[in-house]
Nanobody, 112 residues
């Protein structure tokens, strides 16, 4: 059974950066696209970005364009999300997703 474990969340001031990681328990992720989602308090979970199996970003939510970058290292079964110029509205729990499998999420809080 596939398992996904996110890490790298935390509390930062506006303008700061964080790098999220998502480690998969199975190497077969290398053949499929993967996604990052986020869910802010009181809001629905939304797709942030998607990356193809060979590392091409195919989607980036408008509010994070120019600030967030998705990448992957298939040799390490790991998905990344580099988040720069963070804003308070980026505060949310961030989840990675493979197929129908979700990670447990990692909290990102942006506040002064």
């Amino acid at each position: 059974e596939m398992q996904l474990v996110e890490s790298g969340g935390g509390s930062v001031q506006p303008g700061g950066s964080l790098r999220l990681s998502c480690i998969a328990s199975e190497s077969r992720i290398r053949y499929y696209p993967m996604r990052w989602y986020r869910q802010a308090p009181g809001k629905e979970r939304e797709l942030v970005t998607l990356i193809t199996s060979d590392g091409v970003m195919q989607y980036l939510e408008d509010s994070v364009k120019g600030r967030f970058t998705i990448s992957r290292d298939n040799a390490k079964n790991t998905l990344y999300l580099q988040m720069d110029s963070l804003k308070p509205e980026d505060t949310a729990v961030y989840y990675c997703k493979f197929g129908s499998t979700w990670g447990q999420g990692t909290q990102v809080t942006v506040s002064s």
